[in-house]
């Protein structure tokens, strides 16, 4: 039975109080489209006052430290974002492996402190057009997966997220057979980490997926939703993306 779709808005270092209402607009299709999960993920000075507007889908975060407290200036901790207001929190974005040098051993202990704290993780995994090029691109792929699978993975809290690092705000795409071929190689992955349950865990496809590309990417085999940067920002954009995902 394929999976409920679940289509996420990562909203970057984007947005002050008064895009609280896109997020106000983005929850009409929320609420239209029932049969689709959606969750935004604003910055953290946004959370809590878009948890507040209870807009009927789910807010998350976009990263969160692997330790319960200390000295980690500037850090959050996986209960100070579920106090704030989170559900959920993207791990492992490919803009944090590059910027803040993340490693797949960090990404996993944060997937357990985010499941610790009784939130959902959406662990982000994806090639650079380098490694695409050299052949190794499922390679790469799996062996990120493998090193940031955190311990007790559960369908029901844990979601991957694959975004080819040179597909995300350049408005290119890859081939629907090429994420095919993806999403297959990361299916078969989950199921020689977790056995049974594997079936369950959402994968979504993220990268410049838009209003016009999202039917056919989320008409793909085992891909079960989105992860969505530029296209999440206003309702005008990320709409027809839930649309797509409820009639896919
Ligand atoms: C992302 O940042 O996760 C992403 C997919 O961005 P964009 O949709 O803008 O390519």
């Known amino acids: 039975m394929a999976n409920r779709k679940f289509i996420v808005g990562n909203w970057k270092m984007n947005g002050l109080s008064e895009q609280l209402t896109d997020i106000a607009e983005i929850a009409k299709f929320a609420d239209k489209y029932e049969g ?40 959050l901790s996986a209960a100070m974002i579920r106090e704030a207001g989170a559900r959920l929190s993207i791990l492992g974005h490919s803009e944090r492996r590059t910027d803040q040098h993340e490693t797949d051993a960090e990404v996993k202990a ?3 402190a985010v499941h610790a704290a009784g939130l959902s993780a959406i662990i982000c995994v994806g090639e650079t057009e380098q490694q695409r090029d050299a052949g190794q691109a499922v390679e790469i792929v799996c062996g ?17 997220a694959y975004e080819p690092v040179w597909a995300i705000g350049t408005g290119r795409v890859p081939e629907v057979a090429d994420v095919e071929e993806m999403h297959a190689a ?63």
């Open 144 to 160: 990120q997966l493998a090193g940031s699978f955190p311990e007790n993975a559960d369908a029901s809290w844990l979601t991957i």
């Open 110 to 112: 944060k997937a357990q």
């Open 36 to 75: 689709v999960d959606v969750a935004i993920c604003p910055p953290v000075t946004l959370i809590a006052q878009a948890a507040e507007h209870n807009p009927g889908f789910m807010i998350g975060a976009q990263d969160c430290h692997y330790a319960d407290n200390g000295a980690h200036t500037g850090c």
């Open 186 to 248: 990361i299916r078969k992955k989950l199921n020689e980490l977790m056995g049974e349950g594997a079936g369950g865990v959402r994968i979504l496809y993220g990268g410049s997926m838009n209003g016009g590309n999202a039917a056919q990417l989320l008409a793909v085999a085992n891909v079960d939703g989105g992860l969505v940067g530029g296209a999440s920002l206003t309702a005008e954009k990320f709409g027809p993306i839930i649309e797509a995902a409820a009639a896919a």
